[in-house]
């Protein structure tokens, strides 16, 4: 049950949100398969340049230190995002999940990355686990995710696992290295991962699913991709460049538009189809009536590129 | 924004439910990345004979004109599906989706095609979008696809964009050629793309519906295919064959069957699973009652062909 | 409307369950595309090794006789597996379906197999299906197998058809063999196939289910794989040692943990993610205060394998 996670804001500008201390170290963490070896990311290879390269001064440090996804993290990663979810710079952010020993940490930027806040590693604490409120954080930092106004971006390499494997099926989309993969080993310790159960039961189909909860065992990148749990695959060594390439684009284009409509798509999607299309078409009327939703039709009769107010 | 789409009616016999003037021209269109040059259908090459080959001669010319999806368009669009609707020959409805400046036609037969509509080609027109009732009357038009009783095949070639992504998602069934790709890209523009969302993330995995609703990138036909957005992929030059061999299979069997279960299936796939059995429970049972049931049943017991009543 | 089927339940000892006389005979089914010819097994082949193999004295004879499907035999299924479910020592359960001249057999055993039922292989019974009560049989079997409290595998081989189809998709999980298909050929014969319908569209995207429904046509295992009807594929002479592989992983873990899992899985699929969160969240304190869980996590802690008291 690990979950190792890192969190990069992409944003307009840089803020104070993750200037704390680093959080309390790692103590006793379910994780079964993670490679620890691998955890560090190499740092040797650059991506090849596929037309949308980071300069080099652009490109974020990766986490360094580990720290336990505890109860109190939990808590903490929950308010972070909460107060962040105000700031109107906020554009995109990106989850980091990899192996057991890998990292989690929050950046900021205006335009590029700006800001890098502290970073944890972890297996799920088993305090947090045996704890009656532990899995009820859990589900509300996985909801935060669906509820908050910017897309978030699941950076998957290595192993994940339990709440790792959950994290990512619960972020807007994911891209992972082709040699990540996934699992919710739980049953092997006598915990059905069954909060995981929630996130990854509404990604991939249901036998997929019951088959790897039923037998703790990974399935592949590409599995993850051919069942929907992962929206792109890409080598390792493109992971970080397809994800910025990614985010970019999303911090290019109208935030208020972006929110409007992540809000109404998950909105609708729980509804049956003649409910779903009066929201949605609502939505574009509503739409229609922002101040980038005029600008972004007024540059497209004048041919011009549109020029968003945010 | 774009939306071509061609509707073919396969049915027993012609009818005059296409004889209309030419729609309006194409005024404004939200078209980004169609390939204008490529929306003629190349009638160089004949399709390979796949044992289920159409004559030269019952194949149908496909449409030439082209003009705007306005409003005014999706209202007599509407019209016509629900007019013919009442019809007893009608089998198999083919909508044609294609690039920007491809185009919509309507065809009729008997056993093969006999009759052909109108055609037109479009992006949306704007004012029909920034029209308060134009998002509803997509809407409506998208909801009696599932609703009508006889089977709606996508055909799609080139780039179906937006509201011709839409289509595609909400048609019963979707063969596209290799070539062919799908996107939402209104965010480009300051529209997120609500309504055809609401149909799109019923078709594939939230990961993939988010990933192309938030960069307004394309996937491709076999990405499409992969995600459930389409059931069958072919060659370009197979794309008519392919689409017409299923039609003729479909046009073969007992249309109020068909009818019958199409209805149930949508219907009970909005329900829990023991409702949807005892919804389907119930169809079994009327279905025997039918005439082409009983006929079913007796062909098969005196191994002989059915000869369906209608 | 072809169904073979075999049941196969691992569990930690033998029962009187399978004990009975042979039922009757075939009669009439529908069964169309079968290869009668290859319904019996290969024996000739051993499975490859790949580090799990059976010992050969361990794997079970698979079903030779044949019988129909029909409503008398599924009641007794229903009673069978109802009167089963009470059993402790029951761990996993095969479903094997096959061709339309398969078979379909019980067994049991202590860790390894050690009790086999008696045989069947089938074409719905036609009195089963014009009988009032045949569909809703069909429905309390089906449901069955979601609401049981062991994992239920299907394995494959062949052509599935109808409620043979309907069978895969209701499992738990599937594995089938790479030249195995899957089809619900109703329509040829004039009856929708509505309650495999159920079940399909459930378990694939709509088109693809649509596209098997309106045609009649079979798809192949690989895409079946890819649409969610199965959780994996593996060539014809891997398919017994990939399923007992599994059924094995299975059968080694505690299950109680699993009952708990697999019910709360089901349940909290039909809910909203709100809802279903807060459902699985209180599975995870169940399950912590089962003794098994107890174990598992003091285990984990001790570095030691777990000892189940199931």
């Known amino acids: 049950m690990a979950v190792?996670?890192?969190?990069?804001?992409?944003?307009?500008?840089?803020?104070?949100?993750?200037?704390?201390?680093?959080?309390?170290?790692?103590?006793?963490?379910?994780?079964?398969?993670?490679r620890p070896g691998s955890?560090?990311?190499?740092?040797?290879?650059?991506?090849?340049?596929?037309?949308s390269g980071t300069a080099s001064g652009q490109r974020p440090a990766w986490p360094k230190r580990r720290n336990a996804l505890s109860l109190a993290m939990l808590k903490s990663l929950q308010s972070d995002i909460l107060h962040e979810a105000e700031s109107q710079d906020l554009k995109v952010i990106i989850i980091s999940v990899s192996d057991c020993l890998s990292s989690?940490?929050?950046?900021?930027?205006?335009?590029?990355?700006?800001?890098?806040?502290?970073?944890?590693?972890?297996?799920?604490?088993?305090?947090?686990?045996?704890?009656?409120?532990?899995?009820?954080?859990?589900?509300?930092?996985?909801?935060?995710?669906?509820?908050?106004?910017?897309?978030?971006?699941?950076m998957v390499s290595g192993l994940a696992t339990a709440a790792?494997?959950?994290?990512?099926?619960?972020?807007?989309?994911a891209v992972a290295s082709d040699t990540s993969s996934f699992a919710t080993p739980g049953v092997n310790s006598g915990l059905f991962?069954?909060?995981?159960?929630?996130?990854?039961?509404?990604?991939?189909?249901?036998?997929?699913a019951l088959e790897m909860l039923f037998?703790?065992?990974?399935?592949?990148?590409?599995?993850?991709?051919?069942?929907?749990?992962l929206s792109r695959v890409v080598p390792e060594e493109w992971r970080e460049e397809e994800t910025m390439r990614i985010a970019r684009k999303?911090?290019?284009l109208s935030q208020p538009v972006l929110s409007l409509g992540k809000a109404a798509f998950y909105w609708q999607l729980a509804q049956d189809l003649r409910t779903a299309y009066h929201l949605t078409s609502q939505t574009m009327v509503n739409n229609l009536g922002l101040p980038d939703g005029q600008e972004g039709?007024?540059?497209?009769?004048?041919k011009r590129k549109p020029v968003w107010s945010h």
């Open 215 to 229: 037998t703790g065992e990974p399935i592949s990148a590409q599995e993850a991709l051919l069942h929907g749990l």
């Open 193 to 208: 991962c069954s909060t995981p159960a929630a996130a990854l039961g509404r990604a991939v189909p249901r036998k997929v």
């Open 39 to 51: 955890g560090g990311r190499s740092r040797g290879r650059d991506p090849p340049s596929r037309g």
């Open 250 to 252: 999303v911090a290019s």
């Open 164 to 173: 790792g494997c959950q994290l990512v099926a619960s972020c807007d989309t």
């Open 297 to 302: 039709v007024k540059a497209f009769l004048q």
């Open 104 to 154: 989690l940490s929050f950046l900021f930027s205006t335009g590029n990355f700006a800001a890098e806040g502290p970073v944890f590693s972890s297996g799920h604490d088993l305090k947090g686990l045996t704890d009656e409120q532990g899995p009820d954080y859990h589900a509300e930092v996985m909801m935060l995710i669906q509820n908050h106004p910017v897309p978030i971006i699941a």
């Open 4 to 34: 190792a996670a890192g969190l990069r804001a992409l944003g307009a500008k840089g803020s104070g949100w993750l200037r704390r201390d680093p959080w309390a170290p790692l103590t006793t963490g379910f994780c079964s398969g993670g």
